[in-house]
């Protein structure tokens, strides 16, 4: 059985920081790239950050820089660790694993994030 267990969302003043995690389990996770998409209100889910099973890693420009993408392939997590955070980065976070052979999609079920004085 599959499952993604996503923690690290919560309320965070502008220029703050927060860490989330998505820890995956039922999959061969060496053999996913991993990414954290957002979808706030009103707006389309999109493409955060992304991280091939090799290490590397891609970027929506509005992020770069701030936030950092990295997996622990020990421990089948992958962390999006976000700085300098900004209200317009206010949203639901989605982990995604994307299998690099046959694209096989697998979602977790998003933790919130707030960015609020």
């Known amino acids: 059985q599959v499952q993604f267990v996503e923690s690290g969302g919560g309320l965070v003043q502008p220029g703050g920081s927060l860490r989330l995690s998505c820890a995956a389990s039922g999959i061969m996770f060496r053999f996913y790239a991993m990414g954290w998409y957002r979808q706030a209100p009103g707006k389309q889910r999109e493409l955060v950050a992304s991280?091939?099973?090799?290490?590397?890693?891609n970027y929506v420009d509005s992020v770069k820089g701030r936030f950092i993408i990295s997996r622990d392939s020990a421990e089948n997590t992958v962390y999006l660790q976000m700085n300098s955070l900004k209200p317009e980065d206010t949203a639901d976070y989605y982990c995604n694993a994307k299998n690099i052979s046959d694209n096989e999609q697998y979602w977790g079920q998003g933790t919130q994030v707030t960015v609020s004085s």
């Open positions: 991280i091939t099973p090799s290490g590397m890693t």
